[in-house]
T-cell receptor
């Protein structure tokens, strides 16, 4: 069975601090995709990143970086020098290609609050 | 190129009424997915449709819920005889079909059942 666990329900930090959101996944498939989405208070889903299971290179995009560790089935997300606008709920998700359809299994989300 | 369009963005229904949520996929996309997000939870897959076909409805409640994606027009998620527990955000996503292609989400439709 596919499962995504985001153990941190809520995180609160002060602006400019670095913060890491954890994501651990379970799958028996060898080919899969991992995602991070941001859901701001307005409610829409904002796509942040998609990573193929065969690509373990870490990625950096501005203040955002992702650490994919296949050995520990983790795909953690770090925001450097956080800003108030980063406040949102962040979801990690897993998609298995062997299921055919692009069905995403989402974690429960981590509510991140950045305080000024 | 317009994104995935969902309407209405907000819908209020009384218990026992019907709710219809519409989703127009991105231009050129023939695959549509519906997800439900209950309050304070992550999104859960409901159904996957291609034009005129339901491919996977493993996440749909057995009763009162139905979905369609006709040859012409938007995909419709229909909830009959709504109950308070149906209050949620319903997200539609579309893709071009190839599993390596990107999945695009709409802004969601928020259903409130009084």
């Amino acid at each position: 069975a596919q499962k995504v666990t985001q153990a941190q329900t809520e995180i609160s930090v002060v602006e400019k601090e670095d913060v890491t959101l954890d994501c651990v996944y379970e799958t028996r498939d060898t080919t899969y995709y991992l995602f991070w989405y941001k859901q701001p208070p307005s409610g829409e889903l904002v796509f942040l990143i998609r990573r193929n299971s065969f690509d373990e290179q870490n990625e950096i995009s501005g203040r955002y970086s992702w650490n994919f560790q296949k050995s520990t089935s983790s795909f953690n997300f770090t925001i450097t020098a956080s800003q108030v606008v980063d406040s949102a709920v962040y979801f990690c998700a897993l998609m298995s290609l062997t299921q055919g359809a692009q069905k995403l299994v989402f974690g429960q989300g981590t509510r991140l609050t950045i305080n000024p | 190129n317009a994104g995935v369009m969902q309407n209405p963005r907000h819908l209020v229904r009384r218990r026992g009424q019907e709710a219809r949520l519409r989703c127009s996929p991105m231009k050129g996309h023939s695959h549509v997915y519906w997800y439900r997000q209950l309050p304070e939870e992550g999104l859960k897959f409901m159904v996957y449709l291609q034009k005129e076909n339901i491919i996977d409805e493993s996440g749909m409640p057995k009763e009162r819920f139905s979905a369609e994606f006709p040859k012409e027009g938007p995909s419709i998620l229909r909830i009959q005889q709504v109950v308070r527990g149906d209050s949620a955000a319903y997200f539609c996503a579309s893709s071009i079909g190839d599993v390596s292609g990107e999945l695009f989400f709409g802004e969601g439709s928020r259903l409130t059942v009084l």
